[in-house]
């Protein structure tokens, strides 16, 4: 009996483990455990923009739209409710812009907010950003209808100019051989003796002269005849090429391809319209996916309150300590300083100062020089294979400025040298860690200041 009880305990106990596991890993890969910071832009036009759409921010995926407000009027404009993951927030300043982005030509849209510069002011929570209206696709076609337009009468007239061109030059040489042929005549003459030009020929020295004379015009004829064979040849190729016709039929087939583009633009409208046509009990799509999304968030509310419990229940609390932390996404600066595994003194750390890695161009905003890329490479290096398999955080130092501004500089430091890591090494986002600490390194290390950035390579805490 005693033993069949301990395999039941051990049985049920094994069930809760894994469920707890699941909820867990579920719960960390749909960033159930992050934090959130929430904004609104307003809209003429959504452009397909739709409740669900994904949010990036810098082109980083940073949220999703959770809700848009119809506007009461025409002259309103759309209310868009965003929410986004509270490590961006450094990056998202007063002056950042917020713009609709498609996926490719035809893909699916997305909503895209560019960074503001380090001189303004961080986005208090709840603010609304300044929008940018999108380009319709069907007034891009409408400009090129117009292009194709003006450069199908502009080839048609010069066409005319050609032709007209072609007639001038063969009247100017037929007069040319005209007077060739008159000046043939009166060298003739000459030579033979008639008229008081023939009688200067008695004179040897004049007689050669003349003869000079004679060969140059000659000569001079002799280029004219060639010339205006190369013209007539030239406006012979042109006509039997038929150049003008080839250019019209170039034109109606970029004509044709406008013309299916706009069946190919009508089809998609139609398509769009009839997905979000109500269903048979008259609800509409946007209706049926509020409500589809309604119960996917109270369903991760209650799974992050239950991961919350849990991960202070006295059973499973060796296990997220094993684990080293509950989410690497996001460090909150006073816990990092507080907690044993990320002060612990005995883990590798590499320092690097800012002015070996970043560069400030002319609005203000850092980024890696090729310097500082290979700093960092050999600084990896240095860690061998542990940068792997072995979780890091990066550490963003910046002592200029007020409290706002090293916070701001320091967690875009962070991020940047993170992305640089992910994206060189191939390294795991989940092992990837990122945290702002100002100027003041945690307690227990070999420095009390810094200027830049540190590089830790975490050591699993023991139970």
């Not at 999703?64 to 404009?77: F, G, M, Y």
């Not at 893909?107 to 960074?115: C, D, Q, S, V």
């Not at 080293?324 to 460090?331: E, P, S, V």
């Amino acid at each position: 009996m005693k033993n069949r009880n301990l395999i039941v305990g051990l049985f049920v106990l094994a069930g809760l483990t894994l469920f707890t596991v699941g909820l867990f890993m579920i719960g960390n890969r749909h960033e159930a455990f992050s934090r959130h910071i929430e904004y609104y832009a307003e809209f003429t036009d959504l452009s397909g923009l739709t409740k669900g759409s994904k949010v990036q921010v810098a082109g980083m995926d940073a949220g999703q739209i959770i809700d848009i407000a119809i506007p009461p009027t025409p002259s309103s404009k759309f209310r868009v409710h965003i929410r986004i993951n509270d490590t961006l927030h450094g990056l998202v300043r007063t002056d950042s812009v917020a713009t609709i982005g498609t996926e490719g030509v035809v893909g699916n849209t997305f909503l895209l907010i560019h960074p503001g510069s380090p001189q303004a002011s961080a986005a208090s929570p709840g603010a609304t950003l300044t929008s940018k209206e999108p380009t319709e696709l069907a007034d891009l076609l409408d400009q090129g209808k117009g292009v194709l337009t003006d450069v199908d009468v502009t080839v048609k007239n010069a066409n005319g100019l050609l032709t007209s061109v072609g007639g001038n030059l063969n009247s100017t040489l037929t007069g040319v051989r005209s007077t060739v042929g008159n000046v043939n005549d009166v060298v003739v003459g000459i030579k033979e003796g008639r008229g008081p030009a023939g009688m200067l020929l008695r004179d040897p020295e004049l007689t050669t002269q003349i003869r000079h004379v004679v060969s140059n015009t000659e000569q001079a004829t002799a280029n004219l005849n060639h010339a205006s064979g190369q013209v007539d040849a030239l406006v012979s190729n042109i006509q039997s090429r038929q150049l003008p016709q080839k250019i019209d039929d170039t034109l109606g087939s970029a004509k044709n391809a406008v013309s299916n583009l706009d069946a190919t633009s009508l089809q998609l409208r139609q398509t769009i319209a009839e997905a979000t046509a109500p269903d048979v009990q008259g609800v509409t799509a946007g209706a049926n996916i509020r409500e589809s999304l309604s119960n996917v968030n109270a369903a991760t509310g209650n799974m992050a309150d239950g991961s919350e419990a849990l991960k202070h229940n006295f059973l499973l609390r060796g296990f997220f300590l094993h684990r080293g932390y509950y989410n690497l996404a996001h460090l909150s600066p006073d816990q990092y300083r507080k907690d044993r595994l990320f002060a612990n003194p005995t883990n590798p750390r590499e320092w690097l100062a800012g002015d070996q890695l970043f560069a400030v161009d002319a609005n203000g905003i850092e980024s890696l020089t090729v310097q500082g890329k290979k700093a960092l490479d050999d600084a990896a290096m240095q860690f061998g294979d542990a940068i792997l398999s072995t979780p890091l955080v990066i550490e963003g130092y910046s002592g200029s400025g007020d409290s706002a501004e090293q916070s701001a500089r320091s967690e875009s430091r962070a991020l940047i040298v993170r992305a640089y890591l992910e994206s060189r090494f191939h390294l795991n986002a989940g092992n990837l860690g990122a945290v702002s600490l100002r100027s003041s390194p945690p307690p227990n290390v070999d420095r009390s200041r810094w200027d830049g950035i540190c590089i830790v390579v975490l050591k699993p805490a023991r139970k």
